[in-house]
């Protein structure tokens, strides 16, 4: 399976053969796994202006009875050979958690190889694309490459989502829990079986907040997750007043498919990610801009 995705790779057509060709600004969906990536980008997909660039565009393409265990409209496919994403997810022992920090030299880009390198990006978008739309890319992995996709598109876009702390580690732990017990193996509900969660949400969402205000300052939103799962129309307005900072007009959204019956949060109300965790981002960013001009 592999080697037929290399053997893909290099069956991707020219269709830009300078860099100065390339023309178009996708809009591309950051966010760590289990953070509701799979979900705003179903949304943002339904805007006329836009075309999701997905693997599958099935948005009830559920497993385990709806219970959101498994992505949906993602686009790891795009670039999944050419970065080889498999070994994120297989060359460590944190296994899916690959976004802990001893693992970031390996996979964080912020420009390319070269000029070949860029163009064969571009050109493996423009292979998946069916329409002169705006692309929209859903793909975990792209957090750490921010730096590298604005050299390549300087007019791309982002939207990263955020989820709380705590319901994201109670999500991990919930999928674990289902996957043992799908597969009859032991529990995975302890804790400690999984301490490094944290570092995990910590650190992709620091390096993309960081990457965001220093390449795409002005093209870029992040949305709550939790902001998701209040009345039609407080979403649909929250939206509304993000999108036009990724070049889109405001658009009236259908919601149907988040069930919010079906959200791990035990009974309880979602809870939002703090206004200021993130803060000391923007006092760092500030004081290095400031001394670096």
Not at 148 to 175: C, G, T, V
Request: hydrophobic share 35%; proline share 4%; glycine share 4%.
């Amino acid at each position: 399976m592999v080697f037929l995705k290399y053997i893909k790779r290099w069956r991707i057509p020219k269709y830009y053969k300078k860099l100065q060709d390339i023309n178009i600004a996708p809009i591309f969906i950051l966010g760590t796994s289990r953070s509701g990536t799979s979900m705003i980008a179903s949304i943002i997909a339904q805007h006329p202006d836009v075309e999701g660039i997905f693997s599958s565009k099935n948005i009830d393409n559920f497993s385990f009875k709806n219970d959101h265990i498994k992505a949906y409209c993602t686009s790891h496919h795009i670039w999944g050979s050419i970065f080889k994403y498999y070994k994120l997810i297989t060359d460590s022992d944190e296994g899916i958690l690959w976004g802990h920090p001893k693992h970031i030299s390996k996979h964080y880009r912020d420009k390319p190889k070269n000029k070949k390198e860029l163009l064969l990006l571009a050109n493996s978008l423009e292979y998946y694309r069916l329409t002169k739309k705006i692309p929209l890319i859903n793909s975990h992995f792209n957090m750490l490459k921010i730096g590298l996709i604005k050299q390549m598109f300087p007019k791309a876009k982002f939207i990263l989502i955020i989820r709380n702390y705590e319901d994201h580690f109670k999500s991990w732990h919930d999928k674990f829990e289902k996957i043992a017990l799908l597969k009859n193996a032991p529990s995975a509900s302890n804790p400690q079986d999984y301490p490094k969660i944290g570092l995990y949400w910590a650190t992709l969402n620091s390096c993309a907040i960081y990457d965001l205000k220093k390449y795409s300052e002005g093209s870029f939103f992040i949305i709550d997750y939790a902001s998701l799962f209040e009345d039609d129309d407080s979403v649909i307005g929250n939206l509304n007043r993000k999108i036009p900072t990724i070049g889109l007009s405001t658009f009236q959204f259908n919601l149907d498919h988040i069930n919010k019956d079906l959200v791990f949060n035990k009974g309880k109300n979602i809870q939002s990610v703090s206004n200021h965790y993130f803060d000391f981002i923007e006092e760092i960013f500030t004081f290095e801009k400031k001394e670096t001009q």
